[in-house]
Nanobody, 121 residues
Framework: QVHLVESGGGLVQPGGSLRLSCAASGSIFSINDMGWYRQAPGKERELVAVITWGGSTNYADFLKGRFTISRDNNKNMVDLQMNSLEPEDTAVYYC???????????????WGQGTQVTVSS
């Protein structure tokens, strides 16, 4: 069984920083892209950032350079460093990964359970 477990969410004041981490565990043969998504109340889930196995990154336009995604392939982990947080960043943040769990070269998306980030004074 495969699990993606997020950590690092919480309450932070506007302008503050948080670092989210996600660890993938279980019977995993390989991982392709990993990423972070978020869903605010009453809104659809949206992409925040994605990183390939080789380290190439892609960010949502609304971030304006405030967040940085990174990964450790040896540990099957992906992090999201969030700086200059704004109230509009309040959401549940989900970790996502494209995993091959059979060694077949076929990948499927897996999701974490989500971690709450609240930006408020």
């Amino acid at each position: 069984q495969v699990h993606l477990v997020e950590s690092g969410g919480g309450l932070v004041q506007p302008g503050g920083s948080l670092r989210l981490s996600c660890a993938a565990s279980g019977s995993i043969f390989s991982i392709n892209d990993m990423g972070w998504y978020r869903q605010a109340p009453g809104k659809e889930r949206e992409l925040v950032a994605v990183i390939t196995w080789g380290g190439s990154t892609n960010y949502a336009d609304f971030l304006k350079g405030r967040f940085t995604i990174s990964r450790d392939n040896n540990k099957n982990m992906v992090d999201l460093q969030m700086n200059s947080l704004e109230p509009e960043d309040t959401a549940v943040y989900y970790c996502n990964g494209d995993l091959d769990i059979y060694g077949s070269g076929r990948y499927a998306q897996y999701w974490g359970q989500g971690t709450q980030v609240t930006v408020s004074s």
